[in-house]
């Protein structure tokens, strides 16, 4: 039998044996993916009847289901290319087409779940309900899928700050709107927010330097708008860049914590981390804060 990788398109032989060690699960010989053989199978010979070789066997390396949870597939020379990927809409089991959109959802479900790199494609088309090479015609791998999640994100959280600042006066009220949307957006958005604060360590450049500066100028906006506090005399901190890092990782914490069911709406958590923000710089407070220190 003949198996091919979705994201090269190297043909290897598997033997039914292999087939059932792991559910058909296989890592590629040649770009080290991981995929279901099973569902990339090119022939199916007939139940009790053998294949006819294409080629002499590729050597077999020797695997122990007790030491690997895939098995590594050597390529077979000269099988020919690949045919061209099916470019039709997914269906999924209701007939509707699959859309990029759903393939991100799906992905930022399991990625919230299990983070990253505990999530598999084929597991990502399992929810789906569609087959893991279909998956092909949405994204050019599971880097592209994530990058896809968490760079427009990370813009979304400039965009939040922005549009919530925008004309308010004065700095004490800005940095309430700036935490409170902050805020709200961990409430609300909890998959987005732990993926995007737990899975940006797994991208790959250059998106993973896209999105820590993207972070970066977020956090460098909450500490102005601390720092201009300070100055006008109404934040009491000695260090607004430490200030800011906390209340920031206040908010983040929200994602991990809050639940639909619990004795807080979303917007009462956000006003009540807005609230500890101010509180956090001093607000109301004389002291010896000063800008010194960013």
């Not at 790199?117 to 092909?136: D, K, M």
């Not at 592209?144 to 965009?159: C, K």
């Not at 995007?196 to 460098?220: F, I, Q, Y």
């Not at 005399?233 to 209340?247: Q, Y």
Request: glycine share 6%.
């Amino acid at each position: 039998m003949l198996t091919r990788c979705p994201a090269c398109a190297t043909s290897f032989r598997v033997t039914p044996e292999q087939l059932k060690l792991r559910a058909g699960k296989v890592r590629c010989g040649k770009c080290q993916t991981v995929f279901n053989a099973i569902d990339s199978l090119l022939e199916s010979p007939a139940p009790g009847t053998a294949a006819e070789p294409t080629s002499p066997p590729a050597p077999q390396p020797a695997v122990s289901a007790a030491l690997v949870d895939t098995i590594d597939l050597v390529p077979i020379e000269d099988i020919g290319a690949a045919p061209a990927r099916d470019r039709t809409p997914d269906t999924d089991a209701s007939n509707e087409p699959i859309s990029p959109e759903a393939v991100r959802d799906a992905a930022l479900t399991l990625f919230a779940e299990r983070g990253y790199h505990g999530t598999a494609l084929s597991e990502v088309a399992g929810l789906l309900e569609i087959r893991t090479p279909s998956l092909y015609n949405h994204i050019a791998s599971k880097q592209d899928l994530l990058a896809q999640i968490v760079l427009p994100l990370s813009h979304e959280v400039l965009d939040d700050l922005a549009a919530a600042t925008e004309g308010v006066e004065p700095v004490a009220e800005r940095l309430r709107a700036a935490v409170r949307v902050y805020a709200l957006r961990h409430a609300v958005q909890r998959r987005e927010a732990l993926v995007l604060n737990t899975d940006v360590g797994a991208l790959d450049e250059p998106w993973r330097s896209r999105v820590l500066d993207l972070r970066r100028r977020h956090e460098r906006a909450i500490r102005e708008l601390i720092i201009e506090g300070v100055e006008a005399g109404v934040f009491a901190v000695d260090h607004p860049a430490l200030a800011s890092f906390g209340i920031l990782e206040m908010c983040v914490a929200i994602a991990r914590w809050f639940r639909d069911d619990g004795p807080l709406s979303p917007a009462e958590a956000a006003d009540a981390h807005a609230t500890f923000a101010l509180r956090m710089v001093g607000h109301g407070h004389t002291g010896s804060g000063t800008s010194n220190s960013r």
